[in-house]
């Protein structure tokens, strides 16, 4: 599923996490918003 694919790794996001709660990422509209707005190729 697309929420499968879009799972986030706390590790990964220990940046972010302190400015997203991590509540947000599991609302696919949000998700997808962050996703589509920014680049994440520097992530993975």
């Known amino acids: 599923s ?3 694919k879009f799972t986030i790794d706390p590790a990964r996001f220990s940046g972010l996490s302190s400015y997203i709660p991590l509540e947000t ?6 998700t997808r918003y962050f996703f589509v707005e920014l ?3 520097g992530v993975y």
């Open 25 to 30: 990422w599991k609302e696919t509209n949000a």
């Open 2 to 4: 697309q929420d499968d």
């Open 39 to 41: 680049d994440w190729s």
